[in-house]
């Protein structure tokens, strides 16, 4: 099961300035950010105490624009900026303080928490003189440092009820986005995720419906969640989960959660709870085995072999048949049953023809035949996208492969009157 732990980058790619200013970006080793930021924003002849606190502030601080993806999210190309109005000071080039360096390397892969939460806190601060804020004081950490207090009782001072977490592992920062659209048909961890931060969405978008059962399936009711969603964000709302989506509805969840605030609500789930489907056999009902009659339907308009069925949701003899061909065709063990290995064939194969031949507008242009067959067996097969105009087929067109009579030279369509050449 996989958990859901935040991690200390190898590197992190810094704007030096604000957001939306045309600086450069530079990529530095995240141990070698953290001394930079230090050096520029504390004095090395501060006390040990302050000056640990604030290096544990800075890296909670970034590590929570990492693990948020707050920019990347919005569609930057970095993950912090070196303004002070937005994130924290960095210096391009400069030297770090000998004794700064040296806790910096101690503490690089530690960072703060509130007890129960996931992400790393977002460890605002202020120098406390000129100008103040509801974060840590850095001047402030300094007086109680010389009052004797300890690293832990100066955040604590500022931060309230935090924890430490210790010897975080380091790796390259990877995307949040599984590399692939998710669609009608995927499972696994990365539905959950949508899932779980759809229902968090819909508490402040009610428009957006809620999906029941959270089970790593991205079924029917997943997808309405995901149209509503794009709907009301103005993306294409095609129920499909790609990049663009992902990220909005990350970006949704941490501005609706306030993970990238220091008063956060809190990410407070540590695993994702998901296992593959359960066996489906006669008898068995539901979604799930919607969507697999779903997937069959498809599969039946371009394997004769595997027959067609009705979309009812319950797994009587002719769910079995459908199951039992695909099995057969395939190449798995003829079981009539649907467990993992099933699941997981009838979806690729399923996918694999609905992303090369049923969204190829070339093959099949969205008009009413494609339509009617969509409603039959699934979901709008063929999307039109704004910049394409609406194309018209002849109303003869079918979804099937064979005509139902020979080609050969001189043949004509009956509609068209268009020479097979």
Not at 84 to 97: E, I, K, L, M, P
Not at 334 to 359: H, K, M, P
């Given at each position: 099961?996989?958990?859901?732990?935040?991690?200390?980058?190898?590197?992190?790619?810094?704007?030096?300035?604000?957001?939306?200013?045309?600086?450069?970006?530079?990529?530095?080793?995240?141990?070698?950010?953290?001394?930079?930021?230090?050096?520029?924003?504390?004095?090395?002849?501060?006390?040990?105490?302050?000056?640990?606190?604030?290096?544990?502030?800075?890296?909670?601080?970034?590590?929570?624009?990492?693990?948020?993806?707050?920019?990347?999210?919005?569609?930057?190309?970095?993950?912090?900026?070196?303004?002070?109005?937005?994130?924290?000071?960095?210096?391009?080039?400069?030297?770090?303080?000998?004794?700064?360096?040296?806790?910096?390397?101690?503490?690089?892969?530690?960072?703060?928490?509130?007890?129960?939460?996931?992400?790393?806190?977002?460890?605002?601060?202020?120098?406390?003189?000129?100008?103040?804020?509801?974060?840590?004081?850095?001047?402030?950490?300094?007086?109680?440092?010389?009052?004797?207090?300890?690293?832990?009782?100066?955040?604590?001072?500022?931060?309230?009820?935090?924890?430490?977490?210790?010897?975080?592992?380091?790796?390259?920062?990877?995307?949040?986005?599984p590399g692939s659209p998710l669609r009608l048909g995927s499972s696994g961890p990365s539905v959950v995720v949508i899932q779980t931060s759809l229902n968090r969405i819909a508490q402040n978008y009610p428009a957006i419906p809620k999906i029941p059962n959270v089970d790593g399936i991205f079924g029917p009711r997943t997808e309405n969640s995901v149209r509503a969603f794009q709907r009301i964000f103005g993306l294409t709302s095609d129920g499909i989960v790609g990049s663009a989506t992902w990220y909005e509805i990350v970006r949704l969840y941490t501005a609706v959660t306030r993970l990238s605030e220091l008063r956060s609500q809190g990410q407070q789930f540590y695993n994702i709870n998901w296992a593959p489907p359960t066996t489906l056999q006669v008898g068995s009902s539901g979604e799930k085995v919607r969507l697999l009659q779903?997937?069959?339907?498809?599969?039946?308009?371009?394997?004769?072999?595997?027959?067609?069925?009705?979309?009812?949701?319950?797994?009587?003899?002719?769910?079995?048949?459908?199951?039992?061909?695909?099995?057969?065709?395939?190449?798995?063990?003829?079981?009539?049953?649907?467990?993992?290995?099933?699941?997981?064939?009838?979806?690729?194969?399923?996918?694999?023809?609905?992303?090369?031949?049923?969204?190829?507008?070339?093959?099949?242009?969205e008009q009413g035949a494609v339509a009617a067959m969509a409603v039959r067996n699934t979901r709008a097969a063929v999307r039109r996208t704004p910049a394409q105009p609406r194309t018209t087929a002849p109303s003869s067109a079918t979804f099937t492969q064979f005509p139902g009579f020979d080609l050969h030279f001189g043949s004509t369509d009956p509609v068209s009157q268009e020479v097979v050449r």
């Open positions: 099961m996989p958990t859901v732990t935040p991690y200390i980058p190898q590197d992190i790619t810094v704007h030096l300035g604000p957001p939306d200013s045309s600086a450069a970006n530079v990529t530095v080793p995240f141990v070698n950010y953290v001394k930079n930021v230090a050096s520029s924003e504390i004095y090395p002849t501060w006390d040990e105490s302050a000056l640990r606190a604030n290096i544990l502030a800075i890296t909670s601080f970034a590590l929570n624009r990492v693990y948020t993806e707050f920019y990347r999210s919005r569609g930057y190309d970095f993950d912090i900026t070196s303004s002070t109005a937005y994130d924290q000071a960095f210096v391009n080039g400069r030297s770090y303080f000998e004794n700064v360096s040296r806790l910096a390397d101690e503490l690089f892969n530690d960072y703060l928490r509130r007890p129960g939460f996931v992400e790393p806190l977002a460890a605002k601060f202020c120098n406390g003189t000129t100008v103040t804020c509801e974060g840590l004081s850095q001047w402030g950490s300094q007086n109680l440092a010389q009052q004797g207090y300890s690293a832990e009782q100066i955040l604590r001072s500022y931060y309230g009820n935090v924890e430490t977490v210790v010897n975080a592992p380091v790796r390259d920062i990877t995307s949040s986005y779903q997937m069959l339907s498809i599969l039946s308009e371009f394997i004769p072999e595997i027959p067609s069925l009705a979309v009812d949701g319950v797994y009587g003899p002719a769910t079995r048949a459908a199951v039992l061909a695909a099995q057969r065709r395939f190449g798995l063990p003829e079981t009539g049953t649907v467990g993992a290995a099933t699941w997981d064939e009838i979806y690729d194969q399923f996918s694999g023809i609905e992303n090369a031949v049923l969204r190829s507008r070339e093959l099949f242009p």
